[in-house]
């Protein structure tokens, strides 16, 4: 099945950018979803299809699908981004949805 | 406001049954397929299954690691979907979360969450 590669932590400075991968083999043929989770929370959509925004979502957050790295994009990192991100595609061969591993944000 | 509420969770013996249902609001829910995911004690997203809207057949698909003990459905007059859990593992003792696929059918991002529901199992 196919899999999806999430460093396990980012650290970042607040008002700095960071920005956090999901590794996948061709990835960028296959549009990229990606969620957070703060703690004791469900996952929320932060980005889908690759660079769409749920219109609640701040612009800080973008991103970008390429060869075979995806990457999220959070721009002047606050506080409350502090959380786990984690990025999703639709297997095109099994037709089910996979997950990556999931990345820890630590705001400095 | 979207709302989807899980209910039925709770503490089960190993090889028993329990059924989870997601109450939806705030949408028209034939419109939509629905899905469940799982969430281990300190691990990552699983999913673990979904059933399409009727217009793209009604149809369910399940992880490996649950097929032919998990099933989906969904009653649309109702606004309810359900996951029927047979045959339960240690493994499975995880939050559940009824998730909301953007459209009717496959390749959509979720983008509505339920709060989830945790179901234990153990003797």
């Known amino acids: 099945s196919y899999v999806l590669t999430q460093p396990p932590s980012v650290s970042v400075a607040p008002g700095k950018t960071a920005k956090i991968t999901c590794g996948g083999d061709?990835?960028?043929?296959?549009?990229v979803h990606w969620y957070q989770q703060k703690p004791g929370q469900a996952p929320v959509l932060v980005v889908y299809d690759d660079s769409d925004r749920p219109s609640e979502i701040p612009e800080r957050f973008s991103g970008s699908n390429s060869g075979n790295t995806a990457t999220l994009t959070i721009s002047g990192v606050e506080a409350g981004d502090e959380a786990d991100y984690y990025c999703q595609v639709w297997d095109n061969n099994s037709v089910h949805p996979v997950f990556g591993g999931g990345t820890k944000l630590t705001v400095l | 406001e979207v709302q989807l509420v899980e209910s039925g969770g709770g503490l089960v013996q190993p090889g028993r049954s329990l059924r989870l249902s997601c109450t939806a609001s705030g949408f028209t829910f034939g419109d939509y397929a629905m899905s469940w995911v799982r969430q281990a004690p300190g691990k990552g997203l699983e999913w673990v299954g979904f059933?399409?809207?009727?217009?793209?057949?009604?149809?369910?698909e399940n992880a490996a690691s649950v097929k032919g003990r998990f099933t989906i459905s969904r009653d649309d007059s109702k606004s309810i979907a359900y996951l029927q859990m047979n045959s339960l593992k240690s493994e499975d003792t995880a939050v559940y979360y009824c998730?909301?696929?953007?459209?009717?059918?496959?390749?959509?991002?979720?983008?509505?969450w339920g709060q989830g529901t945790l179901v234990t199992v153990s003797s």
């Open positions: 059933i399409r809207s009727k217009a793209y057949g009604g149809t369910e």
């Open positions: 061709n990835i960028g043929s296959t549009g």
């Open positions: 998730t909301r696929g953007k459209g009717g059918g496959d390749y959509d991002p979720f983008d509505y």
